[in-house]
């Protein structure tokens, strides 16, 4: 008999975070245990995901379980159970379900418009108080109440409420201009969780070279990046890249931003720019030291142009010291070398990742290790569950986080629904 007279079986679910992942877990719960309670600290729901302001929220991307082994490593055998009871297909039909409509973004990735966006928060809640869930916003959660190896309750805007199962679903600590916190990380930790350090990721990298005030904003549509570890190659992308104020962003950066801070930690982390991939060296060459007729005034902006943005061109003499108004015809071999070092390898020294306000993701978080794959159960406390991205889980750019939280959101709901806590069934 728990402290306000009512059973065990009388309390609430208890999710903390209105987020994908304790929609979901909501969701899923609603169905087979009646008494299912969503707290949120934000006055606006689900302002995370409501507050991408300049392109689609992707939420899946078309790929059967087997596809997220190489994707996850080793972490693959955690998400797996719980993307192969809940992929892509599912998580479609339940946004539809839910008023959401998601088209392909691509050829693999499902997303889900801008114009959708704002709308979400008051669809979150729709849905949830449809199916009879309880979504409580302006409600933080400061504390857990655990005894006997129970949650007994969560301490709620200084109240204590009984609960019979929580699950932790509060976020990671990406952005927390938009409600995040590491609430999750406390809570984790006082039920003997082990943390594994946080570090931002998804997140433009700040250089020690400063173009920022001659590049700001200019973007180069397709170019490759070799990254290297103290003058060591590590790894090879191609994409779209954006200079801004501080360095670099843009697809490339924020792809490989996570990679790129982790080796951060073992060194000097360089970033060796080719801004023109389809030519090679010997090509480039070739042109420069052709013979030009006399009467051949052909600048090299106009040559250069079908490759590079006209930003970046009218800033060379900045950059190599030769303008881009110059007949390519009249170049000396100092300033021919000069441009092809250039094109081929722009170098970047990486000074560290922008703030944690500034990111889309965070590497580590609630380790693994304690938590059942098949439940989202913990291993330590019998009631107590997690999802979402406060877990040491971090997918690609592209819509995975979407996709992780909602599929371990779900499988912590029906687990959460179906135990009374001390592993029976209710
Ligand atoms: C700018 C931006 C763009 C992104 N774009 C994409 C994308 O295109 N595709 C993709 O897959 N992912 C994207 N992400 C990541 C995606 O938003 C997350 O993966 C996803 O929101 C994680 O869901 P979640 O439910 O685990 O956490 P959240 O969405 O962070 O939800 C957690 C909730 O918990 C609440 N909370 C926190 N602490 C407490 C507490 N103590 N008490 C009560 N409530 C609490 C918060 O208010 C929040 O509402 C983007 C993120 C950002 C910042």
């Avoid at 999802?387 to 029906?414: I, K």
Wanted: charged share 25%.
């Amino acid at each position: 008999m728990a402290k306000s007279g009512k059973t065990e079986k009388d309390l609430p679910i208890a999710i903390i975070g209105g987020g994908p992942a304790g929609l979901s877990a909501a969701m899923a719960a609603v169905k087979k245990y009646k008494n299912v309670v969503i707290y949120d600290k934000n006055p606006q729901p689900a302002k995370k995901i409501s507050a991408i302001t300049n392109g689609p929220l992707m939420v899946a991307e078309k790929l059967e379980p087997e596809g997220f082994e190489e994707i996850y490593g080793d972490k693959y055998s955690f998400i797996a159970p719980a993307l192969k009871s809940y992929g892509w297909k599912e998580i479609t039909a339940q946004l539809k379900e839910m008023g959401i409509k998601v088209s392909p973004n691509g050829k693999k990735n499902l997303s889900i418009e801008s114009k959708y966006l704002k709308k979400l928060g008051h669809l979150f809640i729709k849905s949830a108080e449809s199916e009879g869930i309880v979504y409580k916003k302006s409600s933080r959660v400061t504390d857990l109440e655990i005894s006997r190896g129970k949650v007994k309750s969560v301490v709620v805007n200084g109240i204590t409420r009984p609960v019979s199962a929580v699950i932790v679903a509060c976020g990671s600590y990406s952005s927390p201009k938009s409600g995040s916190t590491k609430d999750g990380y406390a809570f984790a930790e006082k039920a003997g969780h082990e943390i594994v350090k946080i570090k931002p990721a998804f997140v433009g990298l700040e250089t020690k070279e400063r173009y920022g005030k001659i590049l700001n904003g200019v973007e180069v549509r397709d170019c490759l990046i070799r990254v290297s570890l103290d003058d060591e190659l590590q790894f090879v992308d191609r994409g779209k890249l954006k200079f801004t104020s501080y360095g670099l962003s843009g697809k490339i950066i924020l792809d490989n931003s996570a990679k790129i801070i982790e080796l951060l930690e073992r060194g000097e982390v360089k970033i060796h720019m080719d801004q023109v991939p389809d030519l090679s060296k010997f090509e480039i060459n070739k042109f420069l030291n052709q013979e030009f007729p006399h009467t051949d005034r052909t600048t090299l902006f106009e040559h250069l142009n079908p490759y590079l943005p006209d930003g970046l061109l009218e800033m060379m003499d900045k950059i190599v010291r030769v303008h881009s108004s110059r007949p390519v015809a009249f170049l000396s071999s100092l300033e021919k070398k000069h441009i092809m070092l250039w094109l081929k390898d722009f170098p970047f020294t990486i000074k560290g990742p922008r703030p944690f306000n500034e990111t889309r993701g965070v590497l580590g978080g609630v380790a693994l290790d304690d938590i059942d794959p098949e439940t989202m159960r913990s291993n330590k406390i019998k009631n107590l569950y997690f999802a979402g991205e406060v877990l040491d889980l971090l997918g690609p750019w592209g819509g995975y986080n979407f996709e992780m939280a909602f599929s371990t959101g779900r499988l912590a709901g029906l687990s959460a629904a179906a135990d009374d806590g001390a592993g029976k069934k209710k």
